[in-house]
């Protein structure tokens, strides 16, 4: 078996009768890295997953692992490991025995089984609690022991299906900070499914975007979430106001776009060509509010009037939304907290949204 965690994904197509689950799909997944495939339900994420682990075959393409293609061999010979969202412990067993079950079906010695899977224990700071049976711990500690016993057979790729879904928020954030510490601890290739976008953006070296069994984006977190590719990724993630309009003059090194419904926009590029139909998108960070309506000249190229619809504190901002124009379409602009205490719009409030043609994102068709 290669030492290498490196996952290849070449091609590969998953038909169940006339779904495609997954559509001719291609990455290479560096060894050592975290990975995190994101997307809506249904797009894919667990069938990947369990192809690779071994559990599904593929229609169409190939999947090699440390160089070496993996068709037709077992789950066991694969170097992977996979941990299930259920945890799936034996609930009569106790924790070091959950842990060490797979070194006795490989016929190895209690007293070696047992070191073994102390050390694991250990990395994953439950071997005080070696003796419990499962339904003695918490949700999180029971994820500590799925992890541990994924851990023992020493795979070279971690596979994990939405680890932390089942726990609440709290526990969520400490599990993890928890992998990824283990991650780089342990080093290995961890591939992650999960549907929460700050998951990925805090746990992956690459995120895969997915939507209907493809790869929207593929990229680190900071790619993905500052240069989004497509409307889809942009509005996925999160954290950005998307338009569509058509390009109707160039002017000022910057072009003007008009929406569907009316409304004029401009953005700060010189090389889109007049007529054309583009996605384009503001982060809501970069959207400043006024109170009322003015008229006066504005440094930001953008300016779309309208009125408070919706306003939350999250702490270190304030998310407000505005409706705006006669379809009463929604922006919405992230408020540094600070700022928004100074002067406090209400809901119904007359707003100004204003900002520069060059903070404005231009999305791939
Ligand atoms: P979720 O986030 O809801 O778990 P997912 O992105 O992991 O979704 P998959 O479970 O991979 O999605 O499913 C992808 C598609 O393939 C879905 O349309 C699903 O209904 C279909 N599918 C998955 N497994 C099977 C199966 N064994 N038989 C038939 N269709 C299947």
Not at 129 to 155: C, E, F, K, M, N
Not at 293 to 306: I, V
């Amino acid at each position: 078996m290669s030492d290498s965690g490196v996952v290849e994904i070449n091609g590969v197509t998953k038909r169940f009768g006339p779904t495609v689950a997954v559509d001719n799909f291609t990455i290479t997944i560096p060894d050592g890295c975290y990975c995190c495939l994101i997307g809506p339900s249904g797009c894919g994420k667990t069938t990947i997953l369990r192809m690779i682990a071994g559990h599904e075959t593929t229609t169409e393409g190939k999947i090699l692992i440390g160089g070496r293609a993996v068709e037709g061999l077992e789950p066991s010979e694969r170097g992977t490991a996979m941990m299930f969202q259920s945890y799936a412990l034996f609930p009569h067993l106790s924790v070091v025995d959950n842990v060490s079950f797979s070194l006795k079906m490989k016929r190895v010695g209690k007293a070696e089984r047992r070191e073994r899977a102390m050390t694991i224990l250990t990395t994953v700071q439950m071997d005080h609690l070696a003796d419990r049976v499962p339904s003695q711990l918490s949700g999180g500690q029971q994820q500590r022991v799925a992890l541990a016993r994924a851990l023992i057979t020493d795979p070279k790729v971690l596979l994990l299906d939405e680890p932390l879904s089942a726990l609440d928020e709290f526990l969520r954030l400490q599990m993890r900070e928890e992998l990824r510490r283990l991650q780089n601890e342990i080093g290995i290739t961890f591939i992650h499914v999960t549907h929460t976008q700050p998951e990925a953006l805090a746990l992956a070296d690459l995120i895969l975007v997915m939507d209907e069994g493809r790869i929207e984006q593929a990229g680190t977190a900071r790619e993905i979430f500052d240069n989004p590719n497509t409307s889809y990724v942009a509005s996925f993630m999160g954290g950005w106001n998307v338009f569509q309009g058509e390009v109707s003059k160039m002017a000022n090194g910057a072009a003007e776009i008009h929406s569907p419904t009316g409304e004029e926009y401009h953005l700060g590029r010189s090389d889109i060509a007049v007529g054309a139909n583009i996605g384009f998108s503001i982060r809501r960070d970069k959207v400043h509010l006024v109170r009322g309506k003015t008229d006066g000249p504005s440094k930001e190229a953008n300016c779309l009037s309208g009125e408070v619809h919706a306003i939350e504190y999250q702490g270190t901002w304030v998310k407000i939304t505005m409706a705006h124009g006669a379809k009463s379409e929604l922006l919405v602009a992230n408020v540094n907290e600070a700022e928004y205490f100074v002067d406090p719009v209400g809901l119904g409030d007359a707003v100004e949204a204003r900002w520069k043609a060059k903070d404005v994102h231009l999305l791939r068709p």
